[in-house]
């Protein structure tokens, strides 16, 4: 009896990979939408041109590890244009993702916000800004010794880049200011952010301490620091978009890529100042304000740098802490207390873009807006001093 050939098998592994891609596409499709408040809501999410891509990369790492994308994820790639435009983006993404050491999985996703008060500099009571219920400090350093010091200026390595005040000498690559073209860019990655508010100007909070109100989140920290630089001379962009909502995840991706695509259109733009706020509390979790002895009226600040301590490259990073070192030195001339001590993280915070970019903390979540709006006056006119000097 002749024996009839049996079909290839082979020929069922397209259909299922197929099929698994489908699925990993129908799953990001649905955890996008389910949180959309209507169908125009969803489908603007879903244009997003880096959602996709990012979403399937986190499904992917959900999984067993491997040294390159599974063939059900390069076959969801490849689906549309979108998603093969951005191909290498996510397997670049992966691939840094494999090399990053084991604490330190998500460096550019660190969370640089909260300080514990009973950790901090050595603080002293002031009398109180805005009566908005809250209590206020004043934060000095009291020994410099576990800090790298530069002139007036400390500086707190929390890194793992070794540090040396000798490695900082010399004007910072972003000194001299380019004649033509808007110079400044002010982003806001964290922009829902905002503060405790006197009686009778309360906001309507979309989560703790934050607001879509953009008078009374960062975005309007924003509009007074561009107004200063702007009277000083300066040609200043303000983005003034939220990247942190609905999602608070992934805002620094959005961010960037806005920053890119300022930068693609006026390359004059050297310096790029994200501006948030900080939250300060004591070990019991109650909020303090913070307030400048000089000007108890105005919040204390804090530069936040970011390095490539998280694995990611950023060769340059000490040219943005330089040019940190360089504006709080200027501002140390007429208000000592003004700047808290400048903190390196191991994060980059989008800095590697720029040597002039710079994460700025205008106050705490315990200041009331007016207190924030007063220290960004004066951080506006000491930063415009400094890049025009």
């Known amino acids: 009896m002749q024996k009839i050939p049996r079909k290839p098998r082979l020929r069922g592994v397209p259909r299922i990979a197929f099929a698994a891609a489908l699925t990993a596409l129908t799953l990001w499709t649905v ?15 879903l244009r997003q041109e880096t959602a996709l891509p990012l979403a399937l990369l986190r499904y992917e790492m959900g999984g067993e590890e491997a040294d390159e994308l599974s063939l059900g ?26 090399q990053l050491p084991p604490d330190e ?3 550019d996703t660190e ?30 350093v009291g020994d410099p010794s576990g800090y790298t010091v530069l002139g007036n200026v ?18 910072p690559a972003a000194a001299e200011c380019p004649a033509d073209g808007p110079q400044v860019l002010i982003v806001h990655t964290h922009g829902t952010e905002a503060y405790t508010m006197p009686a009778g100007e309360e906001y309507e909070a979309s989560d ?15 509009d007074e620091i561009a107004r200063v630089l702007t009277d000083a001379g300066l040609g200043v962009l303000h983005d003034r978009e939220l990247y942190d909502y609905p999602n608070y995840s992934g805002a620094y991706n959005r961010s960037l890529a806005a920053i890119e695509k300022y930068r693609a259109e006026y390359p004059s733009l050297l310096y790029i100042l994200d501006v948030h706020r900080d939250a300060v509390a004591d070990s019991e979790g109650n909020n303090y304000k913070l307030l400048c002895a000089e000007e108890p009226g105005a919040a204390q600040l804090e530069f936040v740098i970011g390095s490539s301590g998280g694995g990611l490259e950023h060769p340059d990073w000490r ?13 140390y001339a007429k208000y000592p207390t003004l700047m808290r001590p400048v903190t390196v993280r191991n994060s980059r915070y989008n800095q590697q873009v720029t040597a002039g970019s710079l994460l700025i903390e205008v106050g705490t979540a315990g200041n009331s807006l007016d207190e924030a709006l007063a220290a960004a006056r004066l951080f506006a006119a000491g930063f415009a001093e400094t890049v025009l000097a």
């Not at 390069?74 to 840094?96: C, F, G, K, M, N």
């Not at 703790?208 to 924003?222: A, P, Q, Y």
């Not at 040219?319 to 709080?328: D, G, P, S």
């Open 111 to 140: 969370d640089h916000e909260g300080t514990t008060l009973s950790d901090a500099q050595t603080g002293e009571t002031v009398p109180r800004g805005a009566d908005n219920g809250v209590p206020s400090r004043t934060l000095r």
């Open 105 to 107: 999985t998500k460096p």
């Open 319 to 331: 040219e943005n802490l330089k040019l940190a070192c360089a504006v709080q030195e200027t501002l």
């Open 208 to 222: 703790d301490h934050r607001t879509l109100e953009k008078e009374k989140n960062m975005i309007r920290v924003g």
């Open 73 to 98: 994820a390069s076959l969801a790639l490849s689906l549309t244009p979108i998603l093969a435009d951005a191909r290498s983006e996510v397997t670049q993404a992966w691939s840094s993702e494999l």
């Open 154 to 171: 400390c500086i707190n390595n929390g890194s793992k880049c070794t540090l040396d005040a000798s490695q900082l000498t010399g004007a």
């Open 31 to 45: 955890g996008v939408a389910a949180t959309a408040h209507s169908l125009s809501d969803a489908a603007e999410r």
